[in-house]
């Protein structure tokens, strides 16, 4: 075996459950290969470098050997090796950070004061993301 589809080796290496979700998310540009956005019919040779994007996090894989039928988990380092550097893995655990102003259970709906503080202090939150 030469070469193998994008969509049909992320399946088998179960980076993805279904085939089809493999290749919507090729198709959505959060699947690169070798940094080139691809289309999910693109070949697949050993060396190659798979970049998927989940979330917040891009996870990067090494294609080792090729494979067309989904393999169980204790066999998938045959075919893939995960590259994902550290500073990816990192972001799964950021804070997370809400705005949650606490209110006594049964105080009612915050009076006109506390609606100028809480739309200041978000203004503020937006300001600092942009």
């Known amino acids: 075996m030469d070469d193998i589809r994008l969509d049909k ?7 993805f459950k279904t085939r ?14 070798n940094g080139a956005y ?12 798979i970049a998927v994007r ?4 891009t ?5 080792l ?12 380092s045959l075919y893939c090796l995960n590259v994902t550097p550290q500073e990816e893995l990192d972001k799964l655990n950021v804070p997370r950070e809400t705005v949650f102003v606490f209110r006594d259970r049964g105080t009612g709906r915050p009076t006109k004061k506390e ?6 202090l978000m203004d503020e939150l937006y300001y600092d993301e942009e």
């Open 54 to 57: 989940r979330m917040q996090v």
């Open 115 to 120: 609606r100028r503080e809480l739309d200041g």
């Open 20 to 33: 089809s979700d493999a290749a919507d998310a090729v198709r959505n540009n959060k699947v690169t290969v």
């Open 38 to 49: 691809a289309k999910p019919s693109r070949e697949v040779k050993i060396g190659d470098v």
């Open 65 to 76: 050997d090729l494979v067309s039928s989904r393999q169980p988990a204790k066999n998938v």
């Open 59 to 63: 996870y990067s894989y090494k294609v």
């Open 9 to 15: 080796y992320l399946w088998a290496v179960r980076v």
